[in-house]
């Protein structure tokens, strides 16, 4: 963890840039031959100058002539201009820099002779060595040149991943808003449902009316409390279930069997709310009608690797017997997300026979 936070730090790209072209300065004094001229006239300062004067024009060039003229101005006859003025600033110092320690090396030069052979006019000795500047002109500019279109292709890279990253922002942005309308749509669908279940106990006076009403307490204080969080514990998803088939048996009795097999060990686990509670209101919702001895059969369990295998099988009741003309709306949601939250990382297999209703569910858990 301590090496992600390093990694993504705001301070670690300029840390990584200062450090590269400090190193690009300094090597020439680095690298320097103890044995060659003494002072300011030797070359390993005219070289550290030019490193720092290719430092200058690649970030001149990368963080405003080309993002700043050439991208947002789409100028590009003035970023041309602006380029070779800037290069021929650059390159009229250099040689200034150059003409300058050339003097100063003559002048070293002037005096060793002068101390060598005992005149106190040295400094007269010799001329000022003849330089071909044609070639410095070609070669620098080259040089510059090459500075220039490493520095546009750096700003074309991090321009290219400043896009990604906010293409990948808005995507998230897109799903998160996708994720929410489809979880805004599952509890009003549960709750309407449980109503009319509470409807019925009504109009039967059913003494059954007051502990489903608490138990449809416990089912939205999970929905409304802790459903909008990102993951919950399996255990806490598999309490839902056992409140939920439990407001569902207080209307039902005994005219339906469920079978709920849970193993122990799925405290470390966690899972997306409102996930596995589809299945079993899909199973209720067309598996009892007129059926004769209904039975509900719900499969928990739990790999070494993590993944969930979940699976839910019921008869499946006549084809218009369901009360619920709203009832694949769960199904379809849970589809999505999953589709959305899990990826490749889930299978879901829905079998229908004729006789037997199945959904296998596999999600790999954290």
């Known amino acids: 963890m301590a090496i992600k936070r390093i990694y993504s730090s705001k301070y670690l790209k300029p840390v990584i840039h200062i450090l590269f072209w400090t190193l690009v300065i300094i090597s020439p004094y680095l690298f320097r031959n103890p044995n060659t001229w003494s002072g300011f006239s030797n070359w390993h300062y005219k070289l550290m100058i030019n490193n720092a004067l290719l430092a200058g ?94 520095s546009i292709s750096y700003r074309i890279i991090i321009d290219n991943a400043q896009k990604e990253k906010i ?48 138990e449809l307490s416990n089912l939205m204080r999970y929905m409304l409390y802790e459903s909008d969080g990102a993951r919950v514990l399996l255990t806490r998803e598999v309490d839902y279930l056992n409140s939920y088939m439990a ?29 596995l509670v589809p299945f079993v209101e899909n199973a209720f919702k067309h598996g009892i009608g007129m059926l004769a001895d209904p039975v509900i059969t719900i499969e928990l369990y739990v ?3 993590g993944w969930l295998d979940f699976m839910v099988t ?37 079998m229908n026979d004729g006789v037997t209703f199945t959904c296998n569910l596999k999600v790999k858990l954290n």
Do not use: C
């Open 314 to 350: 019921n008869k499946i009741a006549p084809v218009n017997d369901s009360k619920d003309k709203s009832s694949g709306i769960g199904l379809v949601n849970v589809k999505r997300r999953l589709d959305l939250l899990y990826g490749n990382n889930h299978n879901l297999e829905i």
């Open 303 to 305: 790999d070494s690797n």
């Open 167 to 214: 293409r990948k922002e808005k995507e998230n942005e897109n799903l998160k808003t996708e994720l929410s309308f489809l979880r805004s749509q599952v509890s009003p669908h549960f709750i309407f449902n449980i109503l009319n279940n509470m409807a019925s106990m009504a109009r039967k006076k059913s003494d059954m009316l007051e502990p489903s009403i608490l």
């Open 247 to 275: 407001l569902q048996l207080l209307r039902f009795g005994d005219n339906v069997t469920i079978v709920f097999n849970v193993p122990d060990n799925i405290n470390p686990y966690y899972i997306e709310p409102m996930i």
């Open 57 to 150: 024009v690649f970030y001149l060039n990368a963080y405003y002539l080309y993002p700043v003229i050439y991208n947002e101005k789409k100028d590009l006859l003035r970023y041309v201009l602006s380029l070779i003025v800037t290069i021929a600033l650059v390159m009229w110092f250099s040689r200034y820099i150059d003409s300058q320690l050339s003097l100063f090396k003559q002048a070293d030069l002037a005096r060793l002779r002068a101390h060598r052979r005992g005149f106190s006019n040295g400094l007269h000795g010799g001329g000022r060595p003849e330089r071909n500047w044609f070639g410095w002109y070609f070669t620098n500019m080259l040089t510059y040149l090459s500075i220039t279109g490493i």
